[in-house]
């Protein structure tokens, strides 16, 4: 039968048999799609190793659920959705746009299996996937030029603003499923002009309203449309593929390699080289990262594969609070470097330079306050927080430390607390408690069932020891038996660590270890996070480790622990979630549910910014003594969440939360309408204690 | 150009509480953390910032015992090129003429441009670089905040003087510096840097090497004798004033204004 | 006891450093039977000036005139005194800058002994003299004893050595000895003098100062001090660290790297009272301090004290100023 328009596959173009170009095209195409994709991996062959292949069956839940399942985007719910229906269109679109590549040599070409009744399903999901393609290209396209959300701004230090690419590939995919729809409602109305059977197009569809809109038109023109569209969509579809490598929408091809490389723990950081062993550490030339190819393939993947939405840097802490971190330009200035020295074309750029000083400064890296807030954000499943402890190794191997980390630093190391006190002051605090809660120190053979790891700042500080204090006494009341190391404590060395100070880490981690061995007990309890995380994710080999938060819920189920009705019934109490038990540790629940085992305790959230979407106080450990540029402090910017929930009483569960707000409370000028109080005191003083 | 540097070991005074020791002959040792003084550190990292402008290379040197080479040790991990310790049991209570005089006759075995110390120790005298510089019979500037390289024969210098002012002086090679704090940043030495030159030899010179008279160093030669430490009786010192914080602040007022402070 | 005893003067702009006055008292409680010689060197009509005004504290001065000496060059000053002394001289410097720069250089030439930054005397034996110094920043003092039977330079800290007002002027000889004065070409030359930034404030001009130091914790807190010393009708000052932390401008800064001041009465804030700091502050200002440690050497020093928590206690002053205003 006669078709109703010349097909692409039999017409001819200037003379030239169509077929011809339209096999060059996708061969041009595809093989400079192939070339291109050849250069973007030279410098993942030269990067790091990296441990991605285990655990697969986890990453093929990962694949499901964050890529296929696009797990992260509704935490934005406009742009999520849309993005939704943009990625579901263009997985539905795909098997088209095959089809339509070989329609331009094969005549009438049907992929296999898409003949028959499944064919017919198929059109019709095409006929709506285009359409609202179309649709969320449009809401995207107004959103970008007109309402321009904050978090897609590029601050002037990062150069130019990049609405063009965003408006570009929009233009793009417009251009696709409008050519796509013209070249078949051209067949369709040419179909129904000569009377033969019209291949059926969904209602209220794009190629349903250019069906219409060209029912009135000459044969010749229909002509001219299907000819036209098809070199149209041809063209621009594989100069798409070859954009896509060129920018942020490369994720298009390999978001889905780098969710499937996903890290699959959070909490813990990577070892200073896969392969390397602990005990050879000090075999290495140079740790850490201090050129562009000391990266590991999955980070150089992960700079590749930025989307440039800036969901981590409207979330980041430090970005909030006008440090110079943006995590979005760690990603997209990692990008374009990879992108200038291993170019798609010309030769690869000379040798490397150290990053720091080039494309990132000392301080953006030194501003991190390993929160993970950007981590939780990425639809993409980027990294961060390793390649900050990365460039702080290779900043600490070349001596580039800042001042205020350099005594703090000295001072773990000869003293294992970074104030420098004496090893033999650590358990002081336990004096005022002499009489009623005795403190037993687990040495000198002496042991206890349960070793309460105090950590540094609860040692030491003077308004932190009043957390020891109360814990020591939650932990009497329940009638634990428990003890602590005392002077054989050393730091935990959690912030050593992410601050680059693997070396030392290694040897408070293998004091305490010792310590921790040596005193015989068989689990252990922390009420500071940090050191929480430490033993739980940096050390290994120890007894099980819990948050006294764990322990208090457990006691107050089992009757061990009884609490007074809250002494303040006029109060509005409102928990902050510590970066260290929340995100990184997902321990949301636990320290809620302590808090509401005070009867009568009236209690918010900070809705919107609670759970794992919490705000950082500032940062612990070494961070107190980092002296940051900022505009303001986190501290501040948290509190100011608080008031704004209604709450008069912010609970905290770590030291260095209960610092910087404490703090915070001052400099926002709330002192008197706003206090903040450690979980553990708010459970002591409500305690019921039999005489 | 070839630089030395002088360093010290000395204990940790930041957190540390010194105390003296029963019948008053030393401080109490037992708990105190030792590190390098922080205006040797200073001085190393100045030497290692010249050296990387103009060539040459950077040798550290030290008067102790076996412990101070630690402090050499450390110093090289920074990025000095070489470290010699001086270590004697005749060296022993020298005072600083005996030190100063150690440390010429090992400048005398070497062939320095530059010398640079600490401007102050532990026991803040101040007094090492001023001796050495007129031993060797050449040139000194104290307090030193800032240093220029002329050429190969002279440096400009600025020294800190009163009033947070700056006295620039030109002063040819080879001299001798001391080192005022603050004069730049000294870089990070982790334990990394420290295990990478665990291994480095650092040669250990005594009197014998030296070729010095006896009389010359330790107790046998001082002339300068540290008697005892004590905590001095303290004194009347401030009226304290007691109560409650809204008493005192009262209380402070009228005196306050008794004497002209509130306007 | 042989050699001769001298005390080198330090003066500015035609007038005497306080110092001048401080070794004639030490000299005198040495050697009470000696009488020690000025020597003042420079150049011009202030150089007369200086030498008047030291003739009434000691009997006789030695006047070095020379332009090459119009700048104190420590290195050309040290030339000066090796050629003009007498042997074993036994010579009081005061322990300053310049002090530093001349004395160890100065005793090795001289072939005697050098005693640095001396607090207090404990007596001379024959030919030992007893002396008392500090180490450790100050945290532990200690007796120390020293040979001056070849002579000696000894340097004494600026303001330990208090001056008694009603002291019998000396109505001393100024002897020209410039005559003497040798070839003073030297390896180390004098360029200038670069000022310190002049800040926004003159501290060294107001009579009442609000000064923080390491208890103020942390640059936010400032404002506290701000708060007082507006209430107070005074001015904010600091010591050291709180301008190394780059919290307040150096112009700020009290004590001997920084500024001198002569306040009518001075606050101290959070601060030690180490003797860097206490020796910008001259005059015998009123100095009330607030300190959270008991045993601050600052309540040695001061006239009234305050053991509590700055950061609590002066909100509460200042609240109590404003009410009783």
Redesign the interface.
Known sequence: MEPALISPASATIFGIPANIIYILIPLIGIGTFAYIIFRRLTPLLKAAPDDRFNRIPERIRSVLKIWLGQWRHPRYMLPGVVHIFLFAGFLIVGARSTQLMFIGFVDGFQLPGFSGSFGAFYNVLKDYATTWILIAVAIAAVRRAIFKPARYAVPPQYGKDHTWEALLVLGLIAALVISESLFEASLVAAQTHKGLHAEYTAPVTLVWFFKHLLSGSSLAALQGVHSVSYFIHEITFFFFLCFLPMGKHFHVIISIFNVFFMRLDRGNVKPVRYGIDDDKL?DLES?GVKVFEDFTWKHMLDFYTCVDCGRCSDHCPANAAGRPLSPRFISIKGRDYAFKHYPWIGSNGGPSKPLIGDIYSEDEIWSCTTCGACEQECPVTIEYIDKMVDLRRGM??????P?S???P???L???GNP??????KRADWTKDLAEETPVKILEKGKTAATLYFVDSISSFDDRMQAIARATARILNAAGIDFGILGKAEKDSGHEVRRFG????FQ?LKDQNTDAILNSGVENIVTADPHAYNALNKDYSGLPPVEHISQTIVRNVKAGKIRLKPVADTGKTYVYHDPCYLGRHNSLYDDPRAAVDTIPGLNRVEMAGNCRDRSFCCGGGGLMLFYEPEEEQRMGVIRVEMAKKAGADVIVTACPFCLVNIEDAIKVAGLEGEMEAIDLCELIEQHLIIED | MEILVCVKRV????????E?AGDGSD?ERD?L?Y?VNEWDNYAVEEAIQIVDKVGGSVTVISVGDEEAEEVVRREMA??ANHGILLSDDAFEGSD??GI?TLLKAAVDKGNYDLILTG?LA??????????L???LD??????VNSIETLDDKKL?V???????????????LP?VL?IQT?IN?????????I?KVASVEIPVWGAADLGLAADSMGAAGA??????????E??E?????EGS??E???K??D??KA????? | MTGQVFAYIRHKEGKADDSAQELAVAAGKIFPDASPTAIVSGAGSDLDAVCSEVAAAYKEVWKFDNEALAYP???AI?KLLVNVLPQDAVVLVAH???G??????????LDS?????VVAFDGLEGDTL?V????????????????ISAGAVINIRPGVFQVEESGAAADGQVVDKSGDIPDLT???????????EVGDVDITKE??LVSVGRGIEDEDNIEIADELAE????VVSCSRPIV?AKWLE??R?VG?????VKP??Y?ALGISGSFQHLGGLKGNP????VNKN?KAP???????????DLL??VP??T???QE?K
């Open positions: 000090d740790f600490v191997d070349e001596g580039l430390v001042q980390l350099q005594k630093l000295s001072a190391e000869k003293r104030w420098g006190k004496m090893e033999k100070e693997e070396m030392l040897d | 204990p940790d005074t930041a957190e540390n509480e010194i003296v401080i708990d953390v590190s920074m990025g600083g003429k100063a401007a532990d026991d803040g005298a101040g007094q090492i670089g001023g001796m510089a007129a031993m050449v040139p000194y500037a104290s307090v400009k600025g020294r800190e003087i009163e009033g947070g002012n700056q006295e620039m002086s030109e002063i040819d001299c001391s603050g940043e000294p870089r990070y030495v982790g334990i990394r840097g295990r002339r300068v004798k540290r008697l005892d430490y004590f905590l001095p303290l004194g010192g401030a009226e304290i004033l914080m809204e005192v602040a009262e402070l007022i005196l306050l004497k002209g402070g509130i306007k | 060059n420590a290195e040290r300053d800058t310049f530093m720069d001349l004395s160890p250089g100065l005793s090795i030439k002994v050098f005693i640095s930054d007893k008392i110094r500090q180490e450790f920043s100050g945290q532990v003092s200690t007796h120390s004893s020293c040979d030297v390896g180390r030359r004098f360029l200038e003098v670069v000022e310190a009579d009442v209430a107070m009708g005074a190394d150096k112009s800064q001997t790297s920084g500024q001198t009518k009465v606050l009123y100095i009330v301090a008991p600052i309540f040695q020093v001061a006239d009234v004290g305050v053991v509590q609590e206690f509460v002053l609240e109590k100023i009783s």
